[in-house]
């Protein structure tokens, strides 16, 4: 059982930055390979766009978010830096954990999600 409780979502102008957090919780969370993010876009699919290796401390994110997005482990909790926020970053953010493959795949494991809106 592993349980992840995002914050941090919010309203922003484009531009600006916000820094999402993740708790993680429950009997198998010192199991977990790995601990990433993923988003929801309006009229898109679910997708990942960050995982963090913890052991390796290696991370991977897809292109879109690459140079803009950070997100790192300094004891508990997991987070989320983004900067340079668009319109087009609007969606709903998940707090993601254990990979399937050793780099930026599926999750087995999502949040509830925060909702992150981006203002033009």
């Known amino acids: 059982q592993v349980r992840l409780v995002e914050s941090g979502g919010g309203s922003v102008q484009a531009g600006e930055s916000l820094t999402l957090r993740c708790v993680v919780s429950g009997n198998d969370a010192d199991r977990m390979n790995c601990i990433g993010w993923g988003r929801q876009l309006p009229g898109k699919e679910r997708e990942g766009i960050a995982a963090?290796?913890?052991?390796?401390?290696v991370a991977y994110y897809r292109d879109s978010v690459k140079g803009r997005f950070t997100t790192y482990k300094i004891g508990e909790p997991v987070s989320l830096r983004m900067n340079n926020l668009t319109p087009e970053d609007t969606g709903m953010y998940y707090c993601?954990?254990?990979?399937?493959?050793?780099?930026?795949?599926?999750?087995?494991?999502w949040g509830q999600g925060t909702q992150v809106t981006v203002a033009s």
């Open positions: 963090l290796f913890p052991d390796s401390g």
């Open positions: 993601t954990a254990f990979c399937y493959e050793d780099g930026l795949g599926d999750f087995a494991y």
